[in-house]
């Protein structure tokens, strides 16, 4: 009897835990459109700046994402290729210092 009302308690705490991080994740996601928003509004509601200035610095924003991610990237290859029994005097070639 006492190990199904602990178990009950469980079912019950798991579904109250479950509702509030499925309310975290709706309102994070809810949070980051907003950002998202926001910004969209300050370039389209700025007088200084035309619809190209905006596309322009968007994609310099995304490529810079690109660059950024690439950097770790090329580190964990080489890494990987250390792992794999690349040894130090091959490492120029995997950094492209040849």
């Known amino acids: 009897m006492l190990a199904d009302s602990k178990e009950k308690i469980k079912q019950v ?20 459109k907003d950002r998202m928003g926001d ?7 700025d007088e200084k700046i035309d619809a ?5 610095e968007m994609l310099t924003e995304v490529q ?15 890494l990987k290729e250390l792992m794999m ?3 130090p005097d091959q490492l120029d070639d995997l950094i492209g210092l040849d």
């Open 13 to 32: 705490l798991d579904r109250e835990k479950n509702f509030y991080d499925d309310k975290l994740v709706k309102t994070y996601e809810a949070q980051r």
């Open 85 to 87: 029994g690349q040894r």
């Open 52 to 56: 190209r200035v905006c596309y322009e």
């Open 64 to 78: 810079s994402w690109i660059d950024y991610h690439r950097k770790f990237l090329k580190k964990a290859e080489t």
């Open 39 to 45: 910004a969209i509004g300050d370039y389209l509601t």
